[in-house]
């Protein structure tokens, strides 16, 4: 069986300095392996990674043909325990620079959800689910 699990989340920069600034700007904890060409963010679960991306198409062996501007078909989600928490959230992520695409809003499922785009245009959830269950760490673990 393959093990079910994600460890290590890897977006890969155009510019690693200003992406690697932007989350220090959000106050994200880095590991002691970050340095100028790769940077490792703790968070509850998983690591974030920022490498470059020619430095990773190299490494996969494929050719990679997006902009820093097209969507790269993948969002990454903040999930919150407290439905205020989106718009609290939202708000410290728009100090940092970010671009908010949907501010904070009900949806019909019964949450609370915001988007916003990093500098290199990756999308980011964050999202309130009433049902969500978290763990002592912080991590969700159902919902």
Sequence with gaps: ???????????GA???PVLRKFYQTLGWEETDISSDQFA?????????????IAELAKD?????????????????????EQQEQVDTTIEMIRSAGAKILREPSD???GGRIAYFADPENNLWEVAWNPTAIF?????????
């Excluded at 490792?40 to 470059?52: E, N």
């Design 1 to 11: 069986m393959v093990p079910q699990r994600v460890s290590l989340l890897t977006i």
């Design 107 to 109: 949806v019909f499922w």
């Design 60 to 80: 996969t062996g494929i050719e990679f043909t997006h902009s820093p501007e097209s969507f790269h078909g993948v969002t990454y989600s903040i999930n919150v």
């Design 14 to 16: 155009y510019d690693l």
């Design 135 to 143: 763990d002592e760490r912080g991590a969700m673990i159902a919902f």
């Design 40 to 52: 490792v963010f703790k968070t509850v679960g998983v690591l974030l990674s920022l490498y470059p």
